[in-house]
């Protein structure tokens, strides 16, 4: 039979002191020089409860009241505390521990507890030093200072972390116990007073006196402390699994008016992320961006990025090309970011198939072109269900689901007459005639019918013109109508154009198609209808001639 090999116990703790007042320095770590003491404005008398060492020197304790700290030093800073901050900063820590170690524990707010039993980069103990050292530092670039113990029960990894180097890895869990101070088991304050008139001082002396002793002269207590000095017992690990909970959040004091606070944030936040997406093994799909501002208004904004990603240059990127267009009505008082995370995107292309060289960056450029000529002039014209000539509307450009050229209705590829669309369609001067039972009536706009030479109106109502198919019909009469609307007589048959004048074609029209009549949306306020011609005039030229409410346009010209 094979043999099992039995696993050694080794657990790691990872330790932050002074939590709280790194949790609200995390984003600015450059203000632990300054004098800076923590408030926790949930109690009804606002004390510190902690200080920085600048502070500290000062003489700021923990337990003063505010006007006691600034009497004792007139340059301190004063920052809430804020559960939501904590609790953030702790899903940060999980989410980055957790790319070290898939059993963690959420010992104590500040302290984790990592089960590292398993891991096949861990048996040599010359590898345990690096892989703390590796640890620590993914911790501190989220702008935290942090400690990190090792050693063969959860209790001795949990000593390691408090009570000696940065970074530390127990080899003789005995003999590290028994230097440490005997307030490394935390007694109360009777014992720990009763034990120092013993001339009790470290660990190991406290052991010697025996359990059962103790436990006569101490009573239970002396029961948990030697329970607390244990180097063998190993206590289960509650494992928790790492939020897919991406929030980041800052309060300006005082507001902010200018781009370059929330960007410097952006940027710090977005490193933030990057790591732990990376831990995790995700990729952002949204950004979410709130600003608070000093009115009371809040302004939301959701940045759907190109393509998942998780590098920070690609995330910060997309929220400053945002707030550089952006202008809101009051100061910032609070900005808070948050992305929705998503697997990874993999693609297989094919042999001669690529993508975008760099999405983000199109989208980008994207973005700026819109903030120039606006939101609703820049995407990828899609065809509306329409039988109005161009009739589109600008969606998101989408690469990734565009239709390949063998995937698109023949019609599309089975073009009749190439005709080129002219866009924006040329204004045009047309001459119609309407032939009626006993009265003909010829129609054109004002300004033409006043621009023409009578010879010129002679030659156009000659006695023959040609309608389509070249058959000749009587000329119609010389009137002239100022209005510029095709009118219909009682029994008059379809108007037919017989001059043309516009900047890309002129002449007396010799053959004519149409009219085709289209409309739309005669059921909304936006409602259409136009009438086109086919035409060819007397020098060649293929035109499509649109009338619109009584305006004439060429739309297209046949090359």
Not at 307 to 331: D, G, I, K, N, V
Not at 436 to 451: C, Q, W
């Amino acid at each position: 039979m094979k043999e099992t090999m039995a696993v050694t116990p080794l657990f790691a703790v990872l330790h932050l002191p002074e939590f709280p007042l790194q949790s609200a320095l995390r984003h600015q770590p450059e203000l632990w020089d300054q004098p800076i003491a923590l408030l926790d404005p949930a109690q009804r008398v606002a004390r510190v409860i902690a200080a920085t060492p600048g502070a500290r020197a000062a003489g700021v304790l923990e337990g003063l009241m505010t006007p006691q700290a600034l009497a004792r030093c007139r340059e301190l800073l004063i920052r809430p505390r804020s559960a939501e901050g904590e609790a953030a900063t702790m899903d940060a820590i999980v989410q980055v521990a957790f790319g070290f170690s898939p059993a963690i524990e959420d010992t104590t707010p500040g302290l984790l507890t990592l089960d590292l039993r398993g891991l096949p980069s861990l048996l040599e103990p010359s590898q345990r030093q690096a892989w703390a050292e590796r640890l620590k530092g993914a911790i501190d670039a989220l702008g935290l200072r942090s400690r990190v113990g090792v050693g063969p029960t959860p209790n001795v990894a949990r000593l390691a972390a408090l009570w000696s180097e940065e970074v530390f890895v127990v080899a003789d869990a005995t003999g590290f116990v028994s230097t440490l101070p005997i307030a490394a088991l935390e007694p109360t304050a009777h014992v720990a007073e009763i034990l120092g008139q013993w001339g009790v001082r470290t660990v190991g002396e406290f052991l010697a006196l025996g359990r059962a002793e103790l436990a006569d002269r101490l009573g239970l207590e002396a029961l948990a402390l030697f329970a607390s000095a244990s180097t063998t017992s190993v206590r289960p690990v509650r494992q928790i699994r790492p939020p897919e909970r991406f929030e980041e959040f800052w309060e300006f004091d005082p507001a902010v008016e200018t781009l370059e606070p929330l960007l410097f944030l952006c940027r710090r936040f977005t490193d933030s992320f990057a790591q732990r997406l990376e831990a995790l093994g995700l990729a952002a799909e949204h950004l979410i961006l709130r600003l608070r501002l000093e009115s009371g208004q809040d302004h939301r904004k959701r940045l759907r990025l190109p393509e998942p990603a998780r590098r920070s240059e690609a995330l910060f990127q997309c929220l400053q090309t945002y707030l550089e267009t952006l202008r809101t009505e009051a100061p910032v008082v609070g900005m808070e970011l948050s992305l929705e995370p998503t697997r990874p995107r993999q693609r297989q292309f094919s042999l001669f198939e690529a993508a975008v060289r760099d999405p983000h960056q199109f989208q980008e450029t994207l973005a700026r072109l819109s903030a120039l000529v606006g939101g609703d002039r820049v995407g990828s014209p899609v065809r509306e269900d329409s039988h109005r000539t161009d009739a589109f509307r600008l969606v998101s450009p989408d690469f990734d689901n565009a239709p390949t050229v063998e995937s698109r209705p023949g019609r599309w590829l089975q073009a009749s007459t190439p005709m080129r669309r002219l866009r924006p369609p040329s204004p045009a001067r047309v001459e119609i005639h309407v032939l009626g039972g006993a009265s003909t009536t010829s129609i054109a706009p004002p300004d033409l019918a006043s621009r023409l030479s009578p010879d010129r109106v002679s030659a156009l109502l000659s006695p023959t013109f040609c309608k389509d198919g070249g058959d000749p019909m009587p000329a119609p009469g010389p009137s002239v109508s100022k209005t510029p609307k095709p009118r219909r007589t009682s029994g008059s048959k379809t108007p037919q154009p017989v001059f043309v004048s516009s900047t890309v074609a002129s002449g007396r029209i010799r053959r004519v198609q149409g009219p085709v009549r289209r409309s739309g949306h005669w059921w909304e306020a936006h409602a259409w209808a136009e009438e086109a011609w086919q035409v060819e005039t007397d020098r060649g030229q293929v035109l499509s001639l649109v009338c619109r409410e009584g305006h004439w346009t060429v739309d297209a010209v046949a090359d």
